[in-house]
């Protein structure tokens, strides 16, 4: 049997738990989830270093899953464009089931291995690509047809699971276990095993978005201001950078269309927006050789 569906000795009697020892009994676990993915670390530091390159020269980041590792996968693909500016188009999900299934469960689509190579083949990966392939069990057919698809056409595939030895982590080019053992409520991944690899996705996207210069320093200024709370956080994280005056500030954002990178060249280095945007295009994106250049 599975880690993850294994019956948990320590809570053999949970539906006889008063309610705030139930809620301790939950909470408690989720520690297990932090451990997971600290034991992954080496590995999770590999597919950030491997797929940095690629992802440089023009790749897209693909996720794959089924169920509640597949809306992971979607959720961490959609908050990449408002925390980091990344494009739509290099952040695609697929999910077993197509885009209902975050919404519905789709009963059986986990196990159409056929289906999974078909959605992989129709993103028409290449080599430049990052799949990023996710699976509790790390047995699911769908997924395990998406990677072969990907593997075939020469894209870095890095596998999620949560038990030792899983195909998905054997079968892609770098597997990341993240071995949280048996559940609170026995086989319901969408606890710890969950949480494992929501960290594990969250660690991995945002240290490649800070290999690629979209944070300077630890401030978060490569965001697309959408909505009146970004705009004013674009304008806190510029004032921080700069010391700027806040009209100052304001000014510079108005100018380059709240990107706060630019704003940040334009007030320390007292240029205009396409001066700056220059120095960042000449820097590779990155703030801070921007401005020392």
Known sequence: MLNTETPNPRHADLDTYATPALLEAFIDDQL????????????????????????????????????????????????????????????????????????????????????????????NPGPLDV???????????????????????????????????????QEAEIGVVLDTGPEVIS???????GTSQKIALNSFSSALMVRLHKVYGNLMVDLKATNAKLVKRALALTLRATGAAET???AALAACDHHVKTAIVMLKRRVDADAARALLAQAGGSVARALSA
């Open 131 to 169: 799949v990023l392939a996710l699976a509790a069990s790390g047995g699911t057919p769908f997924v395990r047809g998406a990677i072969a698809v990907a593997r075939q056409a020469g894209a870095l595939t890095v596998g999620f699971a949560n038990n030792p030895g899983a195909p998905v982590t």
């Open 32 to 123: 297990q989830a932090v451990a997971a993915v600290k034991a992954a670390g080496p590995q999770l530091a590999a597919a950030v270093d491997a797929a940095l390159p690629r992802i440089q020269a023009g790749g897209r980041l693909l996720y794959v899953g089924a169920g509640t590792s597949g809306r992971l996968g979607v959720l961490d693909s959609v908050e990449l464009y408002p925390t980091f500016s990344w494009p739509h188009e290099r952040a695609v999900a697929l999910i077993a089931g197509g885009p209902r299934a975050m919404f519905v469960a789709v009963e059986g689509a986990e196990d159409d291995a056929d289906q999974g190579a078909a959605d992989m083949q129709g993103l």
């Open 248 to 250: 100052d500030a304001q």
């Open 187 to 193: 086989g319901s991944t969408r606890l710890k095993a």
